[in-house]
């Protein structure tokens, strides 16, 4: 049960050649997305794309950020000299370590911390 982050979904949205079949390929039982990429995708569609954008977001589970979540965000944002990290993917790093599942994004380098399981799927 992996962790999808915002780009990958964005990939699949837009219809990215070999997007949505390279991660069909680690999908698993339970398929997961922090509440920050749901809101990520939120911001960034537009009217038209509401149905579509909202149905495929269900497909997901939806986890939240809990004050242990943040925390944990701030302990990787500390750790992680020489990297200017956002708040959000912070965020989402905390939410795959805390529950201990592998993050699948194309954006490796905003996951510099070593505890985190980065999965970059190729296509």
Do not use: Q, W
């Not at 949205?13 to 997305?33: F, H, Q, T």
């Not at 149905?55 to 939806?62: D, H, I, P, V």
């Amino acid at each position: 049960m992996p962790l999808f982050d915002t780009d990958v979904l964005i990939d699949i949205l837009r219809g990215k050649p070999g997007a949505k079949e390279a991660v069909l390929k680690y999908s698993g039982m339970e398929n997961m997305i922090s509440v920050i990429t749901y809101g990520e995708i939120l911001f960034g569609m537009r009217e038209h794309e509401d149905e579509k954008t909202l149905m495929f977001l269900n497909a997901f589970k939806t986890v939240g950020v809990e004050k242990e979540t943040a925390e944990i965000g701030l302990d990787i944002k500390r750790r992680s000299k020489g990297h200017t990290l956002e708040l959000y993917d912070c965020l989402i790093a905390a939410t795959a370590l805390k529950r201990n599942i592998p993050l699948i994004t194309r954006n490796k380098k905003h996951y510099p911390d070593k505890r985190v399981r980065v999965i970059t799927p190729e296509y």
